[in-house]
């Protein structure tokens, strides 16, 4: 078991720090805080693991997006494939990260927050608040499959 969870570990480490790297930071500690500097500069400043994480969140999301248009524009088949392996590994990294991030304070919150979200539409459901839009929603519904039946898909 102790083998296992070292792996993954070192595996959640090396993506992290492989970002850390390419957003052109150094980590360290100081007076057993976590510390980062910019490649090149001599401020150092505090820095904590949630917004460590959070902002390798946020990086990998963009790199996603700029990827995302660049399969959009390939020339040919062998610079598709390799944007399309990158782009795999981008989203294997962002599930990793994303298990991280679920952990620290803003996962948290974002959890917190989407319960109550959820909890309040319940609530006005129940109490009819939308009654005619998901009648309507229901009507396209049916509208639609009957139109797939009809043309047999």
Same mark, same amino acid.
């Given at each position: 078991?102790?083998?296992?969870?070292?792996? @993954?570990?070192?595996?959640?480490?090396?993506?992290?720090?492989?970002? @850390?790297?390419?957003?052109? *930071? %150094?980590?360290?500690? &100081?007076?057993? %805080?976590?510390?980062? &500097?910019?490649?090149?500069?001599?401020?150092?400043?505090? *820095?904590?693991?949630? +917004?460590?994480?959070?902002?390798? +969140?946020?990086?990998?999301?963009?790199?996603?997006?700029?990827?995302?248009?660049? #399969?959009?524009?390939?020339?040919?088949?062998?610079?598709?494939?390799?944007?399309?392996?990158?782009?795999? &590994?981008?989203?294997?990294?962002?599930?990793? @990260?994303?298990?991280?991030?679920?952990?620290?304070?803003?996962?948290?919150?974002? +959890?917190?927050?989407?319960?109550?979200?959820?909890?309040?539409?319940?609530?006005?459901?129940?109490?009819?608040?939308?009654?005619?839009?998901?009648? +309507?929603?229901?009507?396209?519904?049916?509208?639609?499959?009957?139109?797939?039946? #009809?043309?047999? &898909?």
């Amino acid at each position: 078991m102790y083998q296992s969870y070292s792996a @993954v570990f070192k595996k959640d480490a090396a993506v992290i720090l492989e970002y @850390v790297e390419q957003m052109r *930071y %150094e980590l360290g500690s &100081r007076d057993g %805080e976590l510390v980062r &500097r910019k490649i090149g500069k001599e401020e150092v400043e505090s *820095y904590r693991y949630e +917004d460590l994480i959070d902002a390798v +969140d946020i990086w990998i999301f963009g790199k996603i997006l700029e990827l995302n248009a660049l #399969r959009d524009d390939c020339r040919n088949d062998i610079e598709r494939a390799v944007h399309e392996s990158e782009y795999q &590994r981008l989203k294997e990294d962002e599930r990793r @990260v994303g298990k991280l991030y679920e952990k620290t304070c803003y996962g948290k919150a974002v +959890d917190v927050l989407a319960e109550r979200l959820a909890e309040k539409l319940f609530d006005n459901i129940l109490k009819g608040k939308y009654k005619q839009e998901i009648q +309507d929603m229901a009507e396209k519904i049916c509208s639609f499959a009957e139109e797939e039946k #009809r043309y047999g &898909r």
